[in-house]
């Protein structure tokens, strides 16, 4: 059996772009992978990312969801490589073991020449970056039709968060006497929730996509599947 190795992996974004570093020494020298290292007794994954990022990059980032656990036979050991979707929060990349480094985008992540493992998570990345690049393209389009009629000046914090409500009503009423919904109906509703959830976010500077993840991350600790699957109890009562 092969010996495992635990390890985490740094996917840094700036937009629709990934940080790529070209490894500069060992065995796997001159490869491509995503910065990062192994964890270390007593550590949990996010406090060795941190670390290791610091010490190759003397970066310090914040860490997002994890994107995906790698699981990958090399010849002579097993890669367990947790990979986390990070931003930076104060640093300049500085290459400090690294060959080099790239900024790629959706259009070339593949052409660099990647290490097995870490082109492994290619895909999700590719998702990660086309879903992120919708919701933008749709805030501009909100941002865009507002500016022409120049209603930002209606648009605080306080009328938002009114706006929601109001129309998180008129969601509900779509099912007020019975369950033989509109779906046309449902679905404008449910947009005018959404375009104002949104709304809010970019008035308040928070990403929609971030802060959703980060309740989601809550939740699940909050909520365990071995104590939670198919039940409906609220979490201090499980």
Same mark, same amino acid.
Not at 206 to 228: G, N
């Given at each position: 059996?092969?010996? *495992?190795?635990?390890?985490?992996?740094?996917?840094?974004?700036?937009? =629709?772009? /990934?940080?790529? *570093?070209?490894?500069?020494?060992? =065995?796997?020298?001159?490869?491509?992978?995503?910065?990062?290292? %192994?964890? $270390?007794?007593?550590?949990?994954?996010?406090?060795?990312?941190?670390?290791?990022?610091?010490?190759? !990059?003397? *970066?310090?980032?914040?860490?997002? @969801?994890?994107?995906?656990?790698?699981?990958?036979?090399?010849? #002579?050991? +097993?890669?367990?490589?947790? &990979?986390?979707? &990070?931003?930076?929060?104060?640093?300049?990349?500085?290459?400090?073991? +690294?060959?080099?480094?790239?900024?790629?985008? %959706?259009?070339?992540?593949?052409?660099?020449?990647?290490?097995?493992?870490?082109?492994?998570? /290619?895909?999700?990345?590719? %998702?990660?970056?086309?879903?992120?690049?919708?919701?933008?393209? !749709?805030?501009?389009?909100?941002?865009?039709?507002?500016?022409?009629?120049?209603?930002?000046?209606? +648009?605080?914090?306080?009328?938002?968060? @009114?706006?929601?409500?109001?129309?998180?009503?008129?969601?509900?009423?779509?099912?007020?006497?019975?369950?033989?919904?509109? @779906?046309?109906?449902?679905?404008?509703?449910?947009?005018?929730?959404?375009?104002?959830?949104?709304?809010?976010?970019?008035?308040?500077?928070?990403?929609? /996509? =971030?802060? &959703?993840?980060?309740?989601? $991350?809550?939740? %699940?600790? #909050?909520?365990?599947? $071995?104590?939670?699957?198919?039940?409906?109890?609220?979490?201090?009562?499980?």
């Amino acid at each position: 059996m092969l010996k *495992t190795i635990k390890v985490v992996a740094a996917i840094i974004k700036d937009d =629709d772009r /990934i940080f790529a *570093t070209q490894r500069g020494y060992g =065995d796997f020298k001159d490869g491509w992978e995503f910065p990062g290292g %192994k964890i $270390e007794e007593g550590e949990t994954p996010e406090k060795a990312l941190k670390r290791e990022i610091k010490e190759e !990059l003397d *970066t310090d980032i914040e860490i997002g @969801k994890l994107l995906k656990t790698i699981e990958y036979d090399y010849p #002579k050991f +097993h890669l367990s490589m947790d &990979c986390f979707i &990070c931003n930076i929060k104060e640093g300049s990349l500085t290459l400090k073991e +690294h060959e080099s480094a790239k900024w790629l985008t %959706k259009d070339n992540l593949y052409s660099v020449d990647w290490l097995p493992a870490d082109k492994d998570i /290619i895909p999700e990345i590719e %998702k990660e970056i086309v879903g992120e690049n919708s919701m933008n393209e !749709l805030l501009e389009d909100i941002r865009k039709f507002n500016e022409e009629r120049d209603w930002d000046q209606f +648009h605080s914090p306080e009328n938002l968060a @009114k706006s929601i409500s109001i129309e998180a009503g008129e969601l509900l009423e779509c099912f007020q006497w019975n369950n033989n919904y509109d @779906k046309d109906e449902v679905s404008e509703e449910l947009a005018d929730v959404f375009t104002y959830c949104i709304m809010m976010a970019d008035k308040l500077k928070l990403d929609p /996509i =971030d802060i &959703c993840r980060k309740k989601l $991350e809550k939740t %699940k600790k #909050k909520y365990p599947v $071995e104590k939670a699957k198919g039940v409906s109890t609220k979490y201090n009562k499980l």
